[in-house]
C-alpha cells in the first residue's frame, strides 16, 4: 500500500551537483512530515533533511546545511533533495522516509529502497 521510491542517485566528481526524487503513493502524502536519510555501510544511519506538511518548517543536518535543499509538492506526491558542492563523505545510500503520523515527533514508519549517490574523483 505505503510506497516510497526514490531515484536521480549517480555518481558524481566533488563539487557537482545532483538532485534526487522520491515519489510516495499509498498514503495522503500533504498531510505528514517527510525527511532524507543517508546510511554508509557500517556506519549508523543519518538524518539529513526533514520538511513538514505544509513545506514551511524545514530542518536540516548541520553536516549539510548551505548544500543541501530539501522540497516537496504535494499536488504531485513527490519529495525532493538538491544537492549541491557535493563531497566525497556525501556518499552514501539515500532514502526518504515517511512521518508515523501528519508532522508529530514520533518516528518513520516507512522508508523507501534507497538511491545511491557516490561522490568521488
Known amino acids: 500500500q505505503v510506497q516510497l521510491v526514490e531515484s536521480g542517485g549517480g555518481l558524481v566528481q566533488p563539487g557537482g551537483s545532483l538532485r534526487l526524487s522520491c515519489a510516495a503513493s499509498?498514503?495522503?502524502?500533504?498531510?505528514?512530515?517527510m525527511a532524507w536519510a543517508r546510511q554508509t555501510p557500517g556506519k549508523a544511519l543519518e538524518w539529513v533533511a526533514g520538511i513538514y506538511s505544509n513545506g514551511k518548517e524545514i530542518f536540516y543536518a548541520d553536516s549539510v546545511k548551505g548544500r543541501f535543499t530539501i522540497s516537496r509538492d504535494n499536488a504531485k506526491n513527490e519529495l525532493y533533495l538538491q544537492m549541491n558542492n557535493l563531497k566525497p563523505e556525501d556518499s552514501a545510500l539515500y532514502y526518504c522516509?515517511?512521518?508515523?503520523?501528519?508532522?508529530?515527533?514520533?518516528?518513520?514508519?516507512?522508508w523507501g529502497q534507497g538511491t545511491q549517490v557516490t561522490v568521488s574523483s
Open positions: 522516509a515517511k512521518r508515523k503520523y501528519k508532522d508529530y515527533d514520533d518516528g518513520y514508519d516507512y
Open positions: 499509498g498514503f495522503t502524502f500533504s498531510t505528514v512530515a
